[in-house]
Every structure is written in C-alpha cells, then in structure tokens.
C-alpha cells in the first residue's frame, strides 16, 4: 500500500509545534531586536574607545538602534525570498505536468554541487580569516545551505510523482531542523552586519563631525577639560566665577549625561568628553 500525500497544513503544524518549544514567536524576535540594537551599539563605542554600558541605553534605544542594523539584510532577503518561491513554483508546475524533462534530475543535480562547493569555500574563508569573518560568508552559507535543500527538494518532488510521498511528520522535522539552521546562520550573518554598521558609523563621525550641532558649556566650577581644541574662557568674577567651554560637538544626550566630541575629533586619537547632566552646567547649541 503507497502512503497518501499529507496537506500542507499538517506539514506546517508541525513545524509550528517544534518551533514553539524555543519560546513564543514575538518574544524571540523582540530579544533578536535588542541583540541587534546592542551589537551595534557596542561596535560604535568600541571603535571609540568607550563601553556601551557609559551611554545607558534603555531596551527602547537599542530597539530604536537595530532599525538601521536590521533593515538592508531584511530587505535583501524578502526580495530574495519572493524570487525563489516563484522559481519554485515555476519548476513545481513543470513537475506535476510532467514537463520538466530533464530539468528534473539535471538542475538540482547542478545546484546540489553548485551549493557544496560555496559552503566548502567559505568554511575555508572563515577558518582562514583571523580578525574579524568576512561580512558576507554567514549570508552566502546561508545560501549554499538553502540550494542544497532546495535542490533535494525538487528531486524529492520529481520522484513522489510516480511513487509515495514522505509522512507529513518526517518532512516537518527535516524543515524544522533547516529552519533552526538558517535562522543561526542568519543570525549570525546579521550580527556582523550590525557590528560593521557601528563601526561604520564610528569612521563617519569623523567626516560628519562639522554637522554636529556646536555646544557651549557653562559652569560655575572649574571642569578641567584638558581636551585638544577645546578652550575655557573665565566670564565671570571672583565673587561669582563662570567658565565657558567651546569647541566640543554635541553626540548624544543619554543616561543622564552628555557625551561630546572635540574639535579635530578622530577615532584613532579622539577624546570623548563625558559631563553629567544636570543642574550643574548650562549648556548652549548652535551650528
């Protein structure tokens, strides 16, 4: 007796079934968000010689930061996503008319190699690169890993024309399995695409340094800032003493501090300057 093709819907059940083990769906990606956030903020103040925990970002800050980490390999991989269910659908078709021929057997044959030789090229990539992985091998193993199974896939599908199909609980565990496997993979390739992009923007503070907006800082006491490009001006008396401090650029405003940069900042020699904010200083902004 040959076994009945199962619906997909019980293939997916399935599939659901085993993914909620890890934990519900929007708290995993609401913890994946505040990974992301954090990775690059911790790679911007790295590369500028600070710790993250300085900033005291909240878990709305470095959701509101893995926006930019997030939204260029999201896109990419929705558009590449789109493109091969509809490739999958084509060939699918092709199959169960009973036209595909050759294409059948010879296609995947070709992918299956195709996708051995890309993941073996960059595992020897990763292994061979000492500092940091390079930033697209994650996202090309990915790729390797999904043709591959793509491919057995198809031939699955040529075959089962004529022949019995697999119960619907095997084909959930290989396609769980799979998901957990791209997901970590896609994890990580984003990781690193979060950590580049705070580097990233750590260099460009030194191109975009003019654009931040000029503070003057006011206080009754002495601040000892001994910054280069920053200069102290007394204002005031002996009896009332005031000092005003220019040349520093405003970076942000956090954990109830404020966080500057000198003039001629850069992240090779650059000083952050770090004063609390409070009642203590008045600060004044200007282009």
Avoid at 55 to 64: E, I, N
Avoid at 127 to 147: H, I, K
Avoid at 171 to 196: D, I, M, P, Y
Avoid at 202 to 214: K, Q, S, T
């Amino acid at each position: 007796m040959t076994e009945t093709a199962a619906p997909p819907g019980s293939v997916w059940s399935h599939v659901l079934g085993y993914v909620s083990v890890i934990g519900p769906p929007a708290t995993v990606v609401t913890a994946l968000v505040f990974y992301f956030g954090w990775a690059r903020a911790k790679a911007q103040a790295e590369w500028m010689g600070l710790h993250v925990n300085l900033f005291g970002y909240t878990t709305r800050d470095f959701a509101l930061l893995s926006i930019s980490a997030l939204y260029l390999p999201l896109l990419l991989l929705i558009a590449l996503a789109m493109l091969w269910v509809w490739l999958d659908r084509l060939l699918r078709r092709r199959i169960d008319r009973g036209a595909a021929g050759r294409w059948a057997t010879t296609l995947p044959r070709a992918a299956l190699l195709g996708a051995g030789a890309l993941i073996g090229l960059m595992v020897v990539l990763l292994f061979a690169e000492r500092v940091y992985s390079p930033l697209y091998a994650p996202y090309l193993v990915t790729a390797g890993v999904l043709v591959a199974a793509w491919a057995v896939r198809i031939r699955r599908c040529a075959a089962a024309v004529e022949g019995p199909r697999r119960p619907a609980e095997q084909q959930a565990v290989e396609a769980t399995l799979l998901l957990v496997l791209v997901a970590l993979l896609l994890f990580w390739g984003t990781s690193n695409f979060a950590e580049a992009r705070g580097r990233g923007l750590a260099e460009d503070l030194e191109v975009n340094l003019p654009w931040l907006p000029r503070a003057q800082v006011y206080s009754q006491e002495p601040l000892g800032l001994d910054v280069p490009g920053v200069t102290t001006r007394e204002l005031g008396t002996a009896g009332a003493p005031l000092y005003r401090y220019d040349g520093l650029r405003l970076l942000t405003v956090s954990g109830e501090r404020y966080f500057f940069l000198h003039e001629g900042w850069s992240v090779e020699e650059g000083t952050v300057v770090v004063l609390p904010d409070d009642a203590s200083l008045r600060v004044q902004y200007g282009r």
